[in-house]
């Protein structure tokens, strides 16, 4: 299953997440799901002024296959 999701996070915030303080992050995608995927995935996408972008989750019998920033 493919989600398709916006996300804009501050540096700030994205803080807890990127030290292991929180584990988890909670979107909602365009189809108005709420899904719950690892937050370490999101590392590689964070960039001094945070987290910005549209993205692409893939999961497959609701795991985790990929996350892709798509723009």
């Not at 690892?38 to 590392?43: T, W």
């Amino acid at each position: 299953m493919k989600y398709y999701f916006n996300l804009k996070i501050t540096m700030d915030e994205f803080l807890p997440y990127y030290q292991g303080r929180v584990h988890s992050i909670i979107v909602f995608t365009d189809q108005g799901l709420k899904v719950e995927f690892p937050a370490m995935h999101l590392r590689s996408y964070v960039s001094t002024d945070g987290i910005k972008g549209r993205f692409c989750l893939q999961t497959q019998n609701n795991k985790f296959m990929s996350l892709d920033k798509i723009s």
